[in-house]
């Protein structure tokens, strides 16, 4: 027989596309098989001068045919493709007699996800011309053009079972058996078991996975028999083919690198599928997501220059940059000069502007997608952040059903942004599926079991009852990410910030409004969408503590604050989150401190050394210390040498469990210092606190902002010359951060030492009466929030003989 190079079973767009053309190079002769049907052959002899046809029993030489890339100006190139040496069907027996006649050593297989299965013509067909070589002892690879996870591993196993499963003696080469997949009574190879057929398919065929990635469609017009590839300009890895033994024919090495042709190692091609995975489909699915809840149809509105573009484009930009690539950094691993490729090439590709894919289309498996695509990323980061939280939301608002029935077994949804942003009429994306209904309506299908209130129940049923009240939304959410993956050390948080924007969409907060917010670092969102998304969860965990500061993430003008009423029918839960983010929002007034500000040089205290040697943690390091560390000893010592001693009795010989150790963890922790404090690295906090010297104000401003602290009032001691430097001749300004207080302890406790020291060095008379104008001058100088004194044990106001309080001179400032 002739001996060709290539055989083709399919004849897809997207294997004539991408793998064709470059194999035509090397001068191969190609043969191309469908699988059923007859529409390619169809197709063909309008194109051909050579070959043909008896009735439907097609089988032309020599024929070529079209294939239109677009640019990314939106210009289409019309490639003529071949010629290819046969062009046959497998739906009829001349075509399938003609393949068996070949002896091929590459078998390109590109049929779609539903011919990669066990009961299939093509997985049959592929039988039986391998058992033909098998008889030759020919050398073949197959590689498949369809993104089938681990698609070589899927196709070998689907070989091998179909033999394995063979009567004995079963003839592979019976066409009755690959059209119908029963042997006739009279199928007999002779062959006494398929023992021999599978150890050459072990010893002599190489299944490759591969990884494709072109977007290719079809030439608008076409009718079913001319289905000519519409393309964009070839990527760098139109399709990747893992060949870790080298039994990829040789020409594979020298194709030229515009066609995208790469030969991987297992590594290389895990790294190519992870990279897509996470980079392409990862922002793709969102992306659909965020486009067919506002009612855009197509992915190719980014390229129309809009202010939605430009939002949703943010949205996808932030996203990659704040989660999927340090994710696959340091997950997959992968170098970030590879993804930052591979999101550059994406990126463009997004927005080309021949392309529009049907978002409606890419939705569909959106639970699935979720686990395959979002959760990998969120799992790879130390940190959770709002982007993942984002596009996981997107994904479950699109899975919500508007009303409770279905039509059969599909779903009606309703875009969040009303009638079509694109105009046009109602349209089927998929079968039995259709978008741009009346209002927004879609359909849409999921099959997708989660775990809600004790019992299994459908997603879509689980989240359209808990928008009735019916079903906790924290629950549902938790379940189904756990479902898809999510590792626990990240779920609480992940699952908690999906449910906020998803409630927030629920009760009707426009989407491209809160990426806004999001981009625009409003509100909680303080590194926009890369910030830790702890801001955004918790107020329903059990860990969360009422008086830890939490800013409220949901904003005064959303529709979430005017949609939650309270009712009988009001489960506890949601009332406690309520009371919780409530009183975690609230700032508060700090009445009494010794804080005071930078502009008061030496007075002002700041740094780890000044925490840790806090009068609280002083006198709980007193409680074990050793006999010989007196109050005098320790006190005698720098205030650095002190902070050490209190670290290692504290924080290092014992865990830090007592409110004064727990405050210094919580504010290592808010400040980003975590880190350090599990190592217990005292040196890297110190040099924290020493690069904030710089900018004391700044540093002080987020201080308050954190602790969400409105103001602190301080103590101010007009009898200390220390103080009262700060204050005269002139007042140094200070920050509206600090409010001051007059402490007059002296007064009380009879200092008169003190008293007499300050009015003579201030010019007043050592009297009674120039002690009362030394304290109405500080009121002018400081203007107090109130005057405070720490009493002597023994000090108490006599009620007779003329003392007590002259309520006459009292006098309530601004009231």
Known sequence: PNMPDTIILGSGRFIRAVLIPPLLTANNDIHVFQPRGTSFCQSLVNHSTKGKRKNDEFYLNDVTYEVDTISFDNNTTTETVGPIKTASTLASKVGFSAMLHLSPNLIGVGVTEAGIAYDSIPMRALVSVLYINSKRGLKVSVVNTDNVMDNGVVIRGIVEDLVGKAPKGA?????????????????????????????????????????????????????????????????????????????????????????????????????????????????????????????????????????????????????????????????????????????????????????????????????????????????????????????????????????ETKEGAAYAGKARAGVGRDEGEEEEYAPGLTCRGPEGRYTFKCDCPITAGGKDVNLPDALWRASRGELNLAEIVKDFLKKQGAK?????????????????????????????????????FVDGGSTDAGVIAGSSSNSFYYLHYKKSPVPDHSLLLSTTELTSSTPPSTIMAHVKSEVANADIIDLHTHLLPSTHGMLHLRGIDELLTYHYLIAEYFLTAPAAMTPEVLYAKTKQQQAEIVWKALFIDRSPMSEATRGVCTVLQRLGLGDALRRKDLGEIREFYKKQRANPEVFEEMIFAEAGVRYAIMTNIPFDSNEVIHWKPKRKPYSGRYRSALRVDPLLAGDTKTLEKALSLNGYENTLEGAKQYLRDWVDTMKPEYMMASTPKEFRVEEEGGGGINEDDMEIVGG
């Not at 659909?288 to 573009?309: E, I, K, P, Q, R």
């Not at 910030?497 to 491209?512: E, H, L, P, Q, T």
Request: glycine share 6%; hydrophobic share 40%; with cysteine.
């Open 171 to 403: 003839d592979f080469t019976d066409y009755e058996w690959v059209k119908s997949g029963s042997f006739g009574s009279s199928s007999s190879s002779g062959d006494d078991d398929g023992e021999a057929f599978l150890k050459y398919l072990n010893d002599k065929v190489t299944f490759h996975t591969s990884m494709v990635d072109r977007i290719v469609s079809h030439r608008k017009g076409d009718n079913p028999f001319n289905q000519i590839p519409s393309c964009e300009p070839l990527p760098p890895k139109a399709i990747c083919i893992a060949d870790p033994t080298n039994a990829l024919p040789d020409y594979f090495s020298s194709l030229p690198s515009k066609f995208g042709v790469m030969v991987r190692t297992k590594e290389q091609l895990k790294a190519d599928i992870e990279l897509k995975l996470r980079v392409a489909n990862g922002t793709h699915s969102p992306l659909a997501a965020v486009l067919a809840l506002n009612s855009y149809t197509t992915t190719a509105m980014l390229s129309s220059g809009s202010d939605d573009a430009g939002v949703i484009m943010s949205m996808l930009d932030s996203f990659y940059s704040s989660s999927i690539l340090p994710s696959a950094v340091s997950s997959i691993p992968v170098d970030a000069t590879s993804a930052e490729t591979t999101w550059s090439s994406w990126r463009q590709r997004l927005s080309h502007p021949g392309f529009g894919l049907s978002s409606f289309f890419i939705c569909q498996n959106a639970a699935q997608k979720v686990g395959v695509r979002i959760v990998p990323t969120v799992n790879g980061l130390d940190a959770t952040t709002v982007d993942c939280c984002l596009a996981a939301a997107l994904m479950l608002t699109y899975l919500t059903p508007a009303e």
């Open 488 to 524: 626990d050390g990240a779920l609480e948080i992940f699952a908690s910030g999906v449910c906020y924007f998803y409630s927030r969409f629920a009760a009707g907060d426009k989407i491209i409004d809160v990426l806004k917010e999001v981009q625009g670092k409003a509100g909680v």
